[in-house]
């Protein structure tokens, strides 16, 4: 398969990389390093005979079309975006420049390249907006009411692909994502909290639980998520699917279970409540255990060592 990544230097997306390398895929990665790196393409980079390139572009560049023209890919995993929400608040222009003509870029480029099936990482945490209590885990069916810019624009993405798929043939996958959480996750910038908290807690530092600290995520491993992003490219033709474990986790707990799994003795200290932040959030998995045959395989605690030793590991 010749597949192209975009956003393919940031941790998701480097980390699809090298799954597909390792299954003996034809790989190209796209990435303007704005918040990727380089160095988490280090193995992929040093084994170029199996078919990698790397390709420093701004998704927004009509150089990308040029791009996967040339290069004719079968699947395009699109992950590049603008994804942090306060961001999207801040600068509602620029998230719709990067999210929204990103992905009309990707969409143009996979009808130059003849075709390429389009597996496109959705928001399941901002997609569905607040959910009830009783609705959760939520279904794809659930009414999409996204209360960010981030949201909306992301819901404008699949609303893209679904276009394409009538106007164009360009088949397509979105995959909606809960808390996705790993290896090279930042704890910089638009990282998700378990980066943050190994971080903190490595360093002999607190962590910071905004409000009560009883608000939920749907934690999902970094390998499991890009298992669906794999089973995507061959399954799940138009459809919206979430990505997540459907079990719902405090963040209190969170702070816990990672304290005690670094061997550190560290009172969390508690900040104001954001706002404009959920209250609970968990995806229902069952569509993509059906069309996809995947479910996550990841245990909440194995996944946090494997994040906290990636953190002592990595040079400060």
């Given amino acids: 398969m010749r597949a192209l990544v975009t956003g393919g230097a940031g941790f998701i997306g480097s980390t699809l990389v090298d799954r597909l390398l390792a299954e003996g895929h034809?790989?190209?990665?796209?990435?303007?390093?704005?918040?990727?790196s380089l160095t988490n393409l280090g193995d992929a980079r040093a084994q170029r005979r199996h078919g990698f390139s790397f390709h420093q572009l701004d998704i927004r560049s009509g150089?990308?079309?040029?791009?996967?023209?040339?290069?004719?890919?079968?699947?395009?995993?699109?992950?590049?975006a603008q994804a942090d929400v306060r961001v999207s608040v801040q600068r509602p222009v620029f998230d719709a420049e990067v999210n929204v003509l990103g992905t009309i870029r990707v969409l143009e480029g996979a009808r130059a390249a003849g075709g390429a099936r389009v597996v496109f990482?959705?928001?399941g945490g901002t997609l569905y907006g607040e959910?009830?209590?009783?609705?959760?885990?939520?279904?794809?069916?659930?009414?999409?009411?996204?209360?960010?810019?981030?949201?909306?624009?992301?819901?404008?993405?699949?609303?893209?692909?679904?276009?394409?798929?009538?106007?164009?043939?360009v088949e397509c996958c979105a995959l909606a994502l809960a808390n996705v959480y790993g290896p090279r996750q930042d704890p910089h910038g638009e990282a998700g909290v378990v980066a943050i908290f190994a971080s903190r807690l490595i360093g002999g530092e607190p962590v910071t639980i905004y409000g009560d600290g009883e608000q939920t995520r749907d934690f999902v491993y970094v390998d499991d998520v890009v298992d669906a992003f794999v089973?995507?490219?061959?399954?799940?033709?138009?459809?919206?699917?979430?990505?997540?474990?459907?079990?719902?986790?405090?963040?209190?707990?969170?702070?816990?279970?990672?304290?005690?799994?670094?061997g550190v003795d560290v009172a969390p200290v508690h900040a104001p409540e954001r706002p404009g932040e959920l209250r609970r959030s968990a995806l229902d998995p069952e569509r993509a255990g059906i069309h996809l045959g995947w479910r996550p395989f990841t245990e909440l605690a194995d996944g946090i060592d494997a994040v906290l030793e990636f953190v002592r590991a990595r040079p400060t």
């Fill in 63 to 80: 150089e990308l079309v040029e791009l996967m023209a040339h290069r004719r890919p079968e699947v395009v995993f699109h992950l590049a």
């Fill in 231 to 262: 089973r995507a490219a061959t399954r799940g033709g138009g459809l919206l699917l979430n990505v997540g474990t459907g079990r719902e986790v405090t963040v209190n707990t969170l702070a816990s279970v990672m304290a005690a799994r670094a």
């Fill in 26 to 36: 034809t790989v190209d990665a796209v990435d303007d390093l704005s918040t990727g």
């Fill in 121 to 123: 990482a959705a928001s």
């Fill in 131 to 169: 959910p009830e209590e009783s609705e959760l885990p939520v279904r794809e069916s659930h009414p999409q009411r996204p209360l960010s810019p981030y949201g909306v624009s992301k819901k404008a993405g699949v609303d893209y692909l679904v276009a394409y798929r009538e106007l164009h043939a």
